[in-house]
């Protein structure tokens, strides 16, 4: 499920190629962001399915041992721990994870290769392996053991993130968030569940959705207003000496302020410094505090932003 900071990186990411583009065709760009969000959650949909398909591998690889025309000791009495592991059987066994997947398309059909290598490179690892020899049994141990190998091991796999690089300009920056999501679902499933919560890409009601539209389209139609402010603000500097990212950010900031009354003024400032802490220069996150603080100061005196609710007002 997106949470609003993720909406503004989204929106970030689009308006960065939108005015980049001579075209500067709005309607693609509208576009764009709606099919970045359904490939986020694809993304997040395969990781999870990454997941409760290394159980079926894990299951075949016992199957193949024990066939063997000369089977180990090992090979005869295999080291179930992996294949049992709680969590893991309720993520492999998941109807709606299964449902899921047949609605959106989404799985490892032309990739079963990779996914088995996947699967080799973790029997390798550390973790799996400090896993298979601990004599604890627990619901809490399986399941942060797996999360362990998530994080640390399987998606940090070099073939792994170049095939995201192939599938989708999208999903390599979108890879922290879609891992996010599977953390959550994995450590929302309990011992007595049954079933996964797959989370749905928005919340039941459509407030998300509707900032995400409602602050993508204000923040072109404010756009020449919001520059001429900005620039009125950066006395000392030209437009164009501006980064591009940090004019966008600016303006993505005095939009929300100006058509969204009922969040604060400081949750909007803070929102957009730390976004470029993380998506500009190391300057950056002052300079425009320093910009957008002043220039919110002035709009809220002429009443060009106006906060309603308790504690707003």
């Known amino acids: 499920m997106l949470n609003r900071r993720h909406l503004r990186i989204k929106i970030l990411q689009i308006l960065y190629g939108f005015y980049q583009d001579e075209d500067l065709d709005t309607t693609k760009a509208k576009k764009a962001l709606d099919h970045s969000i359904d490939k986020m959650y694809q993304l997040y ?91 604890e049994r627990s619901f809490r141990h399986d399941r942060e053991s797996l999360l362990r190998m998530f994080r640390k091991h399987l998606i940090n796999e070099i073939p792994f993130q170049e095939m995201l690089e192939e599938e989708s300009i999208f999903w390599v920056d979108d890879l922290d968030l879609a891992s996010s999501m599977v953390i959550k679902t994995i450590k929302n499933i309990n011992e007595e569940d049954e079933e996964v919560d797959i989370m749905p890409v928005w919340r039941n009601d459509d407030d998300d959705k509707d900032f995400m539209d409602n602050l993508f389209t204000q923040t072109l139609a404010q756009g020449v207003l919001n520059e001429e402010l900005i620039k009125e603000g950066a006395q000392n500097w030209e437009l164009e000496r501006i980064a591009l990212i940090d004019r966008i950010l600016m303006k993505m900031a005095l939009a929300e302020a100006k058509t969204f009354e009922s969040i604060p003024l400081k949750v909007t400032l803070n929102e957009y410094i730390e976004l470029s802490k993380y998506y500009s220069t190391e300057k950056s996150h002052g300079f425009i505090n320093g910009i957008l603080d002043q220039l919110f100061t002035s709009l809220q005196e002429s009443g060009d932003i106006k906060k309603t609710g308790r504690g707003l007002i």
């Open 45 to 135: 949909l395969l990781l999870i399915s990454m997941i409760a398909e290394m159980q079926g591998l894990a299951i075949d690889k016992i199957e193949v041992g024990r066939k063997k025309q000369l089977p180990t000791e090992e090979d005869l009495h295999p080291n179930t721990k992996f294949v049992r592991n709680a969590p893991l059987r309720i993520l492999a066994n998941s109807k709606q994870l299964k449902n899921r997947l047949s609605e959106t398309g989404v799985g490892w059909g032309k990739h079963r290769e990779l996914l088995r290598n996947l699967h080799r490179s973790l029997n390798e690892d550390e973790e799996y392996l400090t896993y298979m020899s601990s004599d």
